[in-house]
């Protein structure tokens, strides 16, 4: 084994976008076997240190709800594009999540021990490790939107610029550093949850419209409400759910002084925000036909989510 001139074996080579369209959609259940088969397949050639191939395998195989890839999927579908062409954006997008998610609960940023009902990955293997495996993944997502056909370079700018804005919007979560023109809290919360969460769920969306040979922009607006809508419900679940229904500790945001939704203007309007923002994604679904249907029951189910 070198480490040097590897080439993962990642997902499936994508193939264009669909010309029959009006083939039949599959189901959650198949998109999701679908998603662990590829996110399986994209770590399977990856060429690293044995125990860093075990924390990157930790961190992005066992479990989680593939959200990311479930919207980019559906999305492509809505558009009329297909299955195995969704895959390497929506795969990427899921590695960029897991790193996050391995990053967020380090010492230094969130503290978490449990994640997905499980030690948190620098419990498992020390934060060494928990730090590389979280470089790993940022890495194999960029080589798996290699693996998007004519969309490759579109695809990689998108998850590269996500990927940005998320790290930014970690940073004025951890430490502040706001710009100079957004003062009220509010504005300042709204610009973190756009930023630490928002910018990968919008992401998803535009590899998905891109796999689908759509313009990048056309579920731009969707993409944004439901981003900040899943955190704005993570905040929520933050302060009302248990460690068994979450899978990670609840309180953490209130113990460490965040800025919430809750915190902020409290569960009830937190409630109605959640209300306006599956609304106004539903609305820039509506000129979609009947190939929109499960993703807008996603985002149906997003909003109701208890975990
Ligand atoms: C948790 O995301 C982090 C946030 C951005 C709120 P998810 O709730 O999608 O986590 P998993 O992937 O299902 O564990
Ligand atoms: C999620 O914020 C943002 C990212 C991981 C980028 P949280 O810190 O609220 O996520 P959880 O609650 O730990 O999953
Ligand atoms: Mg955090
Ligand atoms: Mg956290
Ligand atoms: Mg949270």
Redesign the pocket.
């Known amino acids: 084994m070198s480490y040097m001139h590897t080439t993962p074996n990642t997902s499936p080579d994508a193939r264009p976008a669909s010309d029959d369209s009006r083939s039949p959609l599959p189901s959650d259940d198949s998109i999701r076997d679908r998603i662990e088969s590829s996110l399986e397949s994209s770590v399977k050639g990856l060429d690293v240190a044995p125990e860093l191939d075990r924390a990157v395998r930790y961190a992005l195989l066992n479990g989680g709800k593939r959200i990311r890839p479930m919207i980019a999927a559906r999305a492509c579908l809505a558009l009329g594009g297909t299955l195995d062409a969704a895959m390497p954006g929506a795969c990427a997008v899921e590695c960029v999540h897991a790193f996050s998610l391995v990053h967020d609960d380090l010492p230094a940023l969130d503290d978490d021990d449990v994640r997905r009902g499980r030690p948190t990955v620098h419990r498992a293997f020390g934060e060494s490790l928990a730090i590389l495996a979280g470089d790993a993944l940022q890495t194999l997502s960029i080589e798996v939107t290699a693996r998007a056909g004519e969309s490759s370079g579109r695809t990689a700018a998108v998850v590269a610029e996500a990927t940005r804005e998320m790290i930014v919007g970690q940073v004025l979560d951890t430490d502040g550093g706001f710009p100079a023109e957004v003062v009220e809290p509010i504005d300042r919360l709204r610009l973190i949850h756009r930023l630490k969460t928002g910018a990968l769920i919008k992401a998803s969306c535009r590899v998905g419209a891109l796999a689908a040979g759509a313009p990048m922009d056309r579920l731009d607006r969707f993409g944004d409400a439901i981003g900040l809508m899943f ?1 704005v419900v ?2 929520v ?2 302060e009302t759910r248990t460690v068994e229904e979450l899978g ?1 500790t609840p309180g ?2 209130r113990e460490a002084g965040k800025l919430t939704f809750p915190s902020l203007i409290g569960l009830e309007a937190s409630q109605r925000e959640i209300e306006r923002l599956e609304h106004e994604a539903m609305d820039d679904l509506a000129a979609l036909d009947d190939r929109a249907t499960p993703l807008r029951e996603l985002v149906h189910h997003l909003a109701r989510r208890t975990h």
């Open positions: 955190q993570d905040d679940l933050d990670k953490k945001d």
